[in-house]
């Protein structure tokens, strides 16, 4: 598939999107826009990474597995 520009259509509606960038720079806030226009399932990635007194969670990967292969889903990553 050839690389798209700013202005080219899209060939297909993306039923899985993730959205990149640095902190603060309004990655949630798109997400949840996408999510609620599209109809989609927002996964927030922190909270399954981060559990009490912010140590990582042991079943991590695991949910990220599952939500990933989902038909449909909107995420962000820093």
Not at 2 to 11: I, R
Not at 55 to 70: I, K, Q, S, Y
Request: negative net charge; contains cysteine.
């Amino acid at each position: 598939m050839p690389l798209l520009g700013p202005a080219d259509p899209l060939p297909h509606v993306p039923r899985r999107i993730l959205v990149a960038g640095n902190t603060g720079s309004g990655k949630s806030t798109l997400c949840r826009r996408i999510a609620s226009s599209r109809d989609l399932r927002r996964v927030e990635l922190d909270s399954l990474y981060w559990g009490p007194q912010w140590t990582p969670r042991p079943e991590f990967l695991d949910e990220v597995a599952a939500f990933a292969d989902e038909p449909t889903w909107v995420t962000e990553f820093q």
